[in-house]
């Protein structure tokens, strides 16, 4: 495998299911970040790690939960999702040298298409 | 309020002739810039960046023009080809002091469509 990988790349979940949804880089990279596509609107940035540490949580609401257990791999728990949480979920990877001033360009998955009934 | 915008939905070329995609941008402390193709199905595929300290970066048919006074950046691809119709997203980033690790704002993206 190379570069970002999500599984899986479809889920159909009820809104009292839980479910997990799971990143894997293999760049080498230190941080980590969730972004979520919705219909007609920007890459909405949900979470971003940095050295396994959440650096960022952009107001996103609890039934969404991060995991960073080692650089390599991130995990998104949901529960109680709502239909509006369908959206496509990206993960990327980058290089964060941000305390040495040194922009890394970060890198994508495929997404995982979500659709909440 | 959004901080990067891409006015234009969409973009239809003929094959060979150039594509001209732009974004506009309201935040001057923003200091690094990209660009993203993306095709249905996939994640976006990184094309090409520019750091705030140039005005041009060019790679293969790809080019980078940034205006900073205007807070104006536009994607050059010469020649167009049909392979070239995806989404494209422009983005920017800031470096405030560490503060801001790898903190990407997008546009709404530009649906480009290249005719044969």
């Known amino acids: 495998e190379t570069g970002v990988t999500q599984t899986p790349r479809h889920l159909v979940m009820g809104m009292t299911n839980k479910k997990s949804l799971k990143c894997e880089q293999h760049l080498g990279h230190n941080a980590m970040y969730w972004y979520k596509q919705s219909a007609k609107k920007p890459l909405e940035l949900m979470f971003v790690y940095s050295l396994e540490e959440r650096v960022e949580n952009n107001s996103v609401p609890s039934r969404f939960s991060p995991e960073c257990p080692n650089s390599s791999h991130l995990f998104l728990h949901l529960h109680t999702l709502q239909p509006e949480d369908s959206a496509l979920y990206l993960c990327?990877?980058?290089?964060?040298?941000?305390?040495?001033?040194?922009?890394?360009?970060?890198?994508f998955g495929p997404g995982t298409r979500l659709l909440v009934l | 309020d959004q901080q990067v915008k891409q006015n234009s939905p969409s973009l239809s070329v003929q094959e060979g002739r150039i594509s001209i995609l732009n974004c506009d941008y309201t935040n001057s402390m923003f200091d690094y810039f990209l660009w993203y193709k993306k095709y249905p199905a996939e994640g976006p595929t990184f094309l090409i960046s520019i750091s705030s300290i140039k005005d041009k970066n060019e790679d293969g048919r790809f080019t980078v023009f940034l205006n900073k006074s205007a807070k104006h950046l536009s994607l050059h691809i010469v020649p167009s080809q049909p392979g070239d119709s995806a989404v494209y997203f422009c983005?920017?980033?800031?470096?405030?002091?560490?503060?801001?690790?790898?903190?990407?704002?997008f546009g709404q993206g530009t649906i480009l469509t290249v005719h044969p």
């Open positions: 990327a990877s980058s290089q964060d040298r941000s305390r040495g001033g040194v922009q890394e360009t970060q890198y």
């Open positions: 983005a920017a980033s800031l470096n405030a002091g560490g503060t801001s690790y790898g903190k990407l704002t």
